[in-house]
């Protein structure tokens, strides 16, 4: 049985998409929710489901370095198989994500590799894309660049707005994530593309 740890910064609908997955029949299960923010909604969220939470408020810390060094013992505490961001807005140094290489997942609201980084939705709608997406991959240094292990394709219609097209993206997230952790957790690397 993996443990899966699950990183968060706001309400959590992707961790909970997770959690619900996981109730099930399922080569994972959950060990800790772990939030930069205290005032993440989905901490309460994952307590209600019975899931360990901890929050570590990153403004709290002086420095960058400091923060990563009580999160990483946190996570080295639960012995995770696979640490999953989940809506987690805080960027981790490599130092960092070489403590847990190979086995951090992290969704992005795009289809990489177009358009990394913030305001995703904006720039596919302003380059008069006609699709978007959201994508599953490992983590690595490189900001959102590491080995793609799913995708989920939305068409842009006339009229597209930046929120119309975040609602949408976000109903394929919660599709491709569980399928994407499930196939993860089994030792299935096989690039999972879903079309909504
Ligand atoms: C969403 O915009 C999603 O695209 C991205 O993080 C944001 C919040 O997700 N992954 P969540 O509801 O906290 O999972």
Same mark, same amino acid.
């Given at each position: 049985?993996? !443990?899966?740890?699950?990183?968060?910064?706001?309400?959590?609908? *992707?961790?909970?998409?997770?959690l619900r997955d996981m109730a099930g029949d399922h080569p994972a299960r959950p060990v800790l929710v772990a939030s *930069? %923010?205290?005032?993440?909604?989905?901490l309460a969220r994952a307590e209600a489901a019975g899931v360990a939470t901890l929050a570590l408020d990153h403004r709290g810390y002086g420095t960058r370095a400091a923060f990563e060094s009580d999160l990483a013992r946190a996570l080295h505490d639960v012995r995770p198989d696979i640490i999953a961001l989940a809506g987690f807005m805080r960027i981790l140094s490599p130092e960092f994500v070489g403590q847990f290489a190979g086995?951090?997942? *992290?969704?992005?609201p795009s289809l990489l590799p177009k358009y990394p980084g913030l305001h995703t939705h904006a720039r596919?709608?302003?380059a008069g894309d006609t699709e978007a997406g959201c994508t599953v991959h490992e983590v690595t240094a490189d900001l959102d660049a590491g080995p793609i292990l799913g995708q989920a394709r939305v068409t842009i219609e006339a009229g597209e707005t930046e929120?119309?097209?975040?609602?949408?993206?976000?109903?394929? /997230?919660? !599709?491709?994530?569980?399928?994407?952790l499930r196939a993860f957790a089994?030792? %299935? !690397?096989?690039?999972?593309?879903?079309? /909504?």
């Open positions: 049985m993996k !443990r899966i740890a699950i990183l968060i910064s706001g309400g959590g609908s *992707n961790m909970m998409a997770l *930069n %923010d205290p005032a993440a909604a989905g086995k951090m997942l *992290n969704i992005h596919a709608i302003a929120a119309s097209l975040a609602a949408k993206v976000l109903v394929q /997230e919660h !599709r491709l994530y569980p399928a994407v089994s030792g %299935d !690397r096989q690039p999972i593309f879903l079309t /909504e």
